[in-house]
Nanobody, 114 residues
């Protein structure tokens, strides 16, 4: 069964930082693009960032310069470093392979509030 397990979310004040992790199986992770997505309250899920198998990143304009995606190929894990967080970043964050797999993980909730 496909598994994507996100972790690292929490409550943080504006301007704060968090590091999200997504662990998965090698069959999903190896040699594939991996992406982070988020679903803000009342909105559809949206793209945040992706990283190629070779480590080249790409970001949505809304997070460029504040978020950093990385991957550890030995651990089949992709990370998302969130810096300079804003209330608008409040969302459930998900990871997935690209092309998208139909079975999403549960996500991890990030709440940015004072």
């Amino acid at each position: 069964q496909v598994q994507l397990v996100e972790s690292g979310g929490g409550l943080v004040q504006p301007g704060g930082s968090l590091r999200l992790s997504c662990a998965t199986s090698g069959s999903i992770f190896q040699n594939n693009l991996m992406g982070w997505y988020r679903q803000c309250p009342g909105k559809q899920r949206e793209f945040v960032a992706h990283i190629t198998a070779g480590g080249a990143p790409n970001y949505a304009d809304s997070v460029k310069g504040r978020f950093t995606i990385s991957r550890d190929n030995a651990k089949n894990t992709v990370y998302l470093q969130l810096n300079s967080l804003k209330p608008d970043d409040t969302a459930v964050y998900f990871c997935n392979r690209i092309p998208i797999l139909p079975n999403w993980g549960k996500g991890t909730l990030v709440t940015v509030s004072s």
